[in-house]
Each structure stands twice: as structure tokens, then as C-alpha cells.
């Protein structure tokens, strides 16, 4: 049995996904990031860098309890475990890979900073607002130009780099992304919507998402963008 330690987040949702779309057996435990839980001694052994999501496989490699953190190195875990959703041909397999970490070090990483600038920061700042923002735009010209050329994002199946990049690109439409400008992006898009998998994941999110909201009501929250507290509170939580 597979438990996800997460929060319905882009990151938690592609593990999400893929666990829906394996049909094995999968809990969610939730990590409510806004009450602290990832800095928890007990969350930390799973989790070090303090982050969702992690994963406990109760049957891992050898047989009893393994734990993994990073959403991509799960993704890659369960697709090797299964014999799912990565390909055996060696240049395909490849080519999955570089799409999976495309997705790890760009569009996650670029999103997320847009996001925190366009909607977070204490301060309205033109030149982190611009280079982010700017920045996801581009990505979408890549995913586009890929999409142009394969029919999903690693090659010509569909496999855990699609799920990995899907959840992240839910907000297209504020960002413009549209069929007229987008048109490749978009047939993979409508494409991923009508997976069954893909569809239990997006009704499954908001659900878990309204229940941990419901958690920390009349609960003191932390600041996720307070990164000097974030460092105290790892630091508090691992002194020897
Ligand atoms: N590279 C990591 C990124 C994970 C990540 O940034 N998780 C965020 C939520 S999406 C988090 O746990 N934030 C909690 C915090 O900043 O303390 C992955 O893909 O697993």
C-alpha cells in the first residue's frame, strides 16, 4: 500500500494521478502546510526538505516500509515498480526522463515563483513580477513546440511526464494560453481532462483541499513565505 503524505498541490496532484491511474491500493495522509506539519520530527523523517509530497511504500524494494521525498523521483519510483507509464524502448524511456525533469526544474520552479510575485510577495516588484511571469509564458512556447512534434509530452504514449507537467498548467487561462495561440498545448490539455484517472484527481483535489481548510479553522497558521521563520522552525526541529 502506498501512502501519500501531500497536500493537493500541483506536486501532490501528479502523485495523485498516477496512483489513480495505477489503481493500486493508496491512502492520503494529509500534510497541512499552512498549521506546520511539515516541519513535525515524525514528517521530517519522510520528508527532510520540509515539503510535500512524500510517499511511504509499506511493500518497498526488498520488502518492508521505504520512504521517498521529491515528486518526480516518486513518480519515477512507481512507474518503475509497476511497469507503468514509462516506456521499455530505451530512447523512449529517455526521452521521458528529460521531459519528467524539465517539468522538476522548470515549469515547477518558474509556476511556483510567478505565482509567490504575482500574488504573495509583501511588495509589488516589477522585476521578479516580469522575469517569472515572462518565464511560464515561455514554457508554455515549449510545451506547445513539443506537443507540435509528439503526441504527449515524453513521446508517443502517455506516461508520468504528462502527469507531472498537467497539474501545474490548470491556471492556463489567466496566463492567455489559448487554443488560437496554443493550439498543441491545448489538444494535449483536452486530452488529459478526459482520462478517467486525470478526472477523479480534479474532483478528489478540492475535496481534500476544503477538508484541510476546514482543519485549520480557529488554528494559528504559519507563513510559508516567511523564509527566516521556515529556517528557525527546521532548525528547531532538528537540533541535536
Ligand atoms: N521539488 C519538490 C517541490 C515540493 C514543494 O515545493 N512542495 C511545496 C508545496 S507545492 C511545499 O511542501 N511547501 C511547504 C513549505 O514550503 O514549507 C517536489 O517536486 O516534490
Same mark, same amino acid.
Given at each position: 500500500m502506498i501512502?501519500?503524505?501531500?497536500?493537493?498541490?500541483?506536486?501532490?496532484q501528479k502523485v495523485m494521478i498516477m496512483l489513480?491511474?495505477?489503481?493500486?491500493?493508496?491512502?492520503?495522509i494529509d500534510v497541512n502546510i499552512r498549521l506546520g506539519d511539515q516541519f513535525t520530527p515524525e514528517y521530517l523523517k519522510l520528508s527532510p526538505n520540509n515539503r510535500i509530497p512524500a510517499i511511504v511504500d509499506t511493500d518497498g524494494p526488498g520488502g518492508g516500509r521505504y520512504t521517498?521525498?521529491?515528486?518526480?523521483?516518486?513518480?519515477?519510483?512507481?512507474?518503475?515498480?509497476?511497469?507503468?507509464?514509462?516506456?521499455?524502448?530505451a530512447r523512449k524511456r529517455y526521452d521521458v526522463m528529460q521531459w519528467l525533469i524539465f517539468q522538476m526544474a522548470h515549469v515547477g520552479p518558474m509556476f511556483g515563483q510567478a505565482n509567490h510575485f504575482n500574488n504573495y510577495a509583501k511588495?509589488?516588484?516589477?522585476?521578479?513580477?516580469?522575469?517569472?511571469?515572462?518565464?511560464s509564458i515561455r514554457l508554455y512556447r515549449?510545451?506547445?513546440? *513539443?506537443?507540435? $512534434?509528439? /503526441?504527449?509530452?515524453?513521446?508517443?504514449?502517455?506516461?508520468?511526464?504528462? +502527469?507531472?507537467?498537467? &497539474?501545474?498548467?490548470?491556471?492556463?487561462?489567466? *496566463?492567455?494560453? $489559448?487554443? /488560437?495561440?496554443?493550439?498543441?498545448?491545448?489538444?494535449?490539455?483536452?486530452? +488529459?481532462?478526459?482520462? &478517467?484517472?486525470?478526472?477523479?484527481?480534479?474532483?478528489?483535489?478540492?475535496e481534500i483541499r476544503e477538508r484541510m481548510n476546514k482543519a485549520t479553522e480557529g488554528k494559528e497558521t504559519i507563513s510559508l513565505y516567511d523564509t527566516k521563520d521556515n529556517a528557525a522552525r527546521l532548525a528547531g526541529a532538528t537540533k541535536n
Open positions: 501512502e501519500l503524505h501531500s497536500t493537493p498541490t500541483p506536486n501532490g489513480e491511474e495505477l489503481g493500486i491500493e493508496w491512502k492520503h521517498m521525498m521529491e515528486s518526480g523521483a516518486i513518480l519515477f519510483y512507481l512507474a518503475e515498480k509497476t511497469g507503468k507509464f514509462l516506456p521499455k524502448d511588495e509589488r516588484l516589477p522585476y521578479p513580477t516580469e522575469r517569472y511571469n515572462n518565464e515549449v510545451l506547445d513546440n *513539443r506537443l507540435r $512534434d509528439s /503526441a504527449w509530452i515524453g513521446c508517443d504514449e502517455y506516461t508520468i511526464a504528462d +502527469m507531472a507537467v498537467y &497539474p501545474w498548467t490548470k491556471m492556463h487561462k489567466e *496566463r492567455g494560453v $489559448d487554443k /488560437a495561440g496554443y493550439p498543441n498545448f491545448m489538444r494535449w490539455y483536452e486530452a +488529459m481532462q478526459a482520462r &478517467p484517472a486525470v478526472q477523479r484527481n480534479d474532483k478528489m483535489a478540492p
